[in-house]
C-alpha cells in the first residue's frame, strides 16, 4: 500500500528558503496515471493547493506562487520535493504532499488526491 | 478569498440528512474531501459523484450547473469533521472552497 512522507526543517528564517521533501514507497513514483502535489494549511485555515510535478519532470504551480516556487522529482530515491524562497510568516503553515489523478484524455488533472502525508509543520519566525 | 465558495458551517441530528454547497466550479472534476481535527484529508468524493472504495454510501455527490454538493445520509458522530470541496479551475490550476465545518448535534 503506497504511502506519502513529509520531511524537512521545522523552522524557518523570514526571507529564507523552504525545502520539503516528500518520499513515497509501496510503490513507483514513475507512473504515467499520476501527478504528485504540494498543498498546504495554514493555521486554522483551509487548504491551499501549491503544485504539482510528474515523474518526467513536467511541473504546475499556482499562479500566485508561481514566482517562489520550484518542484523538482528524483525517480531514482522515489522522492519529490518543494522549495519555496522568500518565506515570510505569511507562509507558515502545514505542508502536505498528495497523489492525484491525472487525465492525459482531456489533459487535467483529477483533483483527486487520494494518498496523503501526515503532514509537517513548517514556522517562518527568526 | 477562496476561488471556489462553500458555506462555513452546516449541522444536523444523528440519523438526519445534511448537504453542503460549493459554489464555483465550471470543470466535472469536483472532489470532496473529509478532514478531522490533526488529521490529514481523506478523500470522500471525486469526480462530482464516485466515491473510492472504503468510503461509506451514505456519502454522494452531485453537481448542478456551477454548483457541487456532497451529501451525507444517516448522519453518524464521527461524521463530525471539516469538509472542503476542490475543483479543476482550468490552465493546469487547482482550486479549493474555504471549508465547511459539520457539526452532528
Known amino acids: 500500500q503506497m504511502q506519502l512522507q513529509e520531511s524537512g526543517p521545522g523552522l524557518v528564517k523570514p526571507s529564507q528558503t523552504l525545502s520539503l521533501t516528500c518520499t513515497v514507497s509501496?510503490?513507483?513514483?514513475?507512473?504515467?496515471?499520476?501527478?504528485w502535489s504540494w498543498l498546504r494549511q495554514l493555521p486554522g485555515k483551509g487548504l491551499e493547493w501549491i503544485g504539482y510535478?510528474?515523474?518526467?519532470?513536467?511541473?504546475s504551480y499556482h499562479p500566485s506562487l508561481r514566482s517562489r516556487i520550484t518542484i523538482s522529482v528524483d525517480t531514482s530515491t522515489n522522492q519529490f520535493s518543494l522549495r519555496l524562497n522568500s518565506v515570510t510568516a505569511a507562509d507558515t503553515a502545514m505542508y502536505y504532499c498528495?497523489?492525484?489523478?491525472?487525465?492525459?484524455?482531456?489533459?487535467?488533472?483529477?483533483?483527486?488526491?487520494?494518498?496523503w502525508g501526515q503532514g509537517t509543520m513548517v514556522t517562518v519566525s527568526s | 478569498q477562496s476561488a471556489l465558495t462553500q458555506p462555513p458551517s452546516a449541522s444536523g441530528s444523528p440519523g438526519q440528512s445534511v448537504t453542503i454547497s460549493c459554489t464555483g466550479t465550471?470543470?466535472?472534476?469536483v472532489s470532496w474531501f473529509q478532514q478531522h481535527p490533526g488529521k490529514a484529508p481523506k478523500l470522500m468524493i471525486s469526480?462530482?459523484?464516485e466515491r473510492p472504495s472504503g468510503v461509506p454510501d451514505r456519502f454522494s455527490g452531485s453537481k448542478s450547473g456551477n454548483t457541487a454538493s456532497l451529501t451525507v445520509s444517516g448522519l453518524q458522530a464521527e461524521d463530525e469533521a471539516d469538509y472542503y470541496c476542490?475543483?479543476?479551475?482550468?490552465?493546469?490550476?487547482?482550486?479549493f472552497g474555504g471549508g465547511t465545518k459539520l457539526t452532528v448535534l
Open positions: 498528495a497523489r492525484d489523478h491525472y487525465d492525459f484524455w482531456s489533459d487535467s488533472p483529477a483533483v483527486a488526491f487520494d494518498i
Open positions: 509501496g510503490g513507483s513514483i514513475s507512473s504515467s496515471d499520476y501527478s
Open positions: 465550471s470543470s466535472d472534476y
Open positions: 510535478i510528474f515523474y518526467s519532470g513536467s511541473t
Open positions: 469526480e462530482v459523484n
Open positions: 476542490s475543483s479543476y479551475g482550468g490552465n493546469n490550476n487547482v482550486l
